[in-house]
């Protein structure tokens, strides 16, 4: 797959020179401005493309899908909509950031029991684990699609069929994934889906699609017109790769409408971001002492998305994060925000990791620079 080039290069602001961005996690590279809908009806316009991007229907759009000031507010008014009662339980992966798990904390009413489901050594979390998990009164289990700290990619599809039958709805957690993959609300058969929207190309605030949680999901408070612009701008993105000559081909069953070209964008940005991790992963894999967490196979890059979180024997990740930074390659260091997940994947915290993100804007040549970095500081 080749994306086009020219468009990409475009539609990005770049980053300082001779600086490489290797942080699409914290601090993803944001799109130019370009003028987006705007007026009375930029929210409905946007809840509308927010419902061919997630292949929901865009007829329903006011009904099922919310747009939010933060991830938080959205979390509230999930968890009101529920009716929680005291006895209820709610299982939460625990492979979500700890600010984001605090928020769903926050929002649950005194007596309702909150259980953890923890990822294995990939990042990823097991069905048997979550039947351990399961009672009578669960109400609600929380799926990350994409783990952030290994990228490590979770299937629902398995776990909403275990749930088929049961009281609890099933919300997939997708603030990680949205910049990488196409979503198929569809064919997905969960009840919910939200994400922050921060790594979707810089965008802002959060956004929410609820299949039959009631009103109290889907209404939305104030939000801020430059939340509605840079979201709606994302999406606009997304559909404007899909219209390029070289842009994959879409599966039949999604050759319809303004679903066509969003999918064909983010199934293009899927192949290239593949291609990146291969080359990544190969790399990392030549440099001695560099252990990456989750998966590490480039031949299953298909399994990951591409956010590379390693530890170097001898060095420490908060000086290693500080000497990348003095050779002007920008990434994550020390314990992520997700202390929690790092705990549970068998790593210490306060000795931290490094996280490498790449976005689809990045090039072999840009692998190959923060390779070189790399090891010349091993």
């Given at each position: ?27 993803p590279r944001t799109l130019r401005p370009r ?219 999604e050759r319809f409408g303004r679903r066509e ?14 291609i990146l991790s291969r080359w990544m992963l ?97």
């Open positions: 797959m080749d994306l086009p080039l020219s468009l990409v290069a475009e539609s990005f602001n770049p980053p300082a020179p001779r600086r490489l961005d290797f942080d699409s996690v914290g601090s003028p987006v809908g705007a007026g009375g009806s930029a929210e409905a316009d946007l809840r509308a493309d927010l419902a061919w991007f997630w292949n929901s229907n865009a007829d329903w759009a006011d009904d099922q899908i919310a747009v939010g000031e933060n991830y938080a507010a959205l979390v509230r008014r999930l968890v009101r909509s529920l009716g929680l009662r005291e006895g209820d339980r709610i299982v939460l992966s625990a492979s979500e950031p700890d600010g984001r798990r605090a928020a769903w904390r926050a929002a649950v009413p005194d007596g309702v029991e909150v259980s953890d489901w923890r990822p294995r050594r990939l990042g990823r979390v097991l069905l048997r684990d979550l039947e351990s998990l399961l009672h009578e009164r669960t109400r609600l289990v929380l799926l990350t699609k994409a783990c952030p700290v290994t990228g490590s990619l979770n299937e629902i599809i398995p776990v909403a069929r275990l749930l088929e039958g049961t009281d609890a709805v099933l919300v997939t957690e997708a603030s990680h994934f949205v910049p990488h993959g196409s979503l198929d609300i569809r064919n997905l058969r969960c009840d919910a889906v939200i994400a922050d929207v921060a790594e979707l190309f810089g965008a802002s605030g959060a956004a929410l699609w609820a299949r039959r949680l009631g009103p109290a999901a889907s209404a939305n408070g104030a939000v801020s017109p430059n939340i509605l612009a840079g979201l709606a701008r994302a999406v606009s993105y997304a559909e404007r790769l899909g219209e390029a000559p070289t842009a994959p081909v879409a599966p039949p069953s070209p969003m999918r064909k964008g983010m199934q293009g940005i899927r192949q290239e971001e593949r190969r790399g990392l894999a030549r440099l001695e002492g560099v252990s990456v967490l989750g998966e590490d196979d480039p031949r299953r890059a298909a399994y990951r998305i591409p956010t590379f979180t390693f530890t170097c024997e001898g060095v420490g990740a908060p000086a290693l994060g500080a000497a990348l930074e003095a050779e002007g390659v920008q990434v994550a260091a020390g314990d992520l925000g997700s202390a929690t997940t790092l705990e549970n994947l068998g790593h210490d915290p306060e000795t931290g990791v490094v996280r490498a993100s790449l976005g689809h804007y990045h090039t072999r040549d840009d692998v190959e620079r923060f390779l070189r970095v790399l090891e010349s500081l091993l």
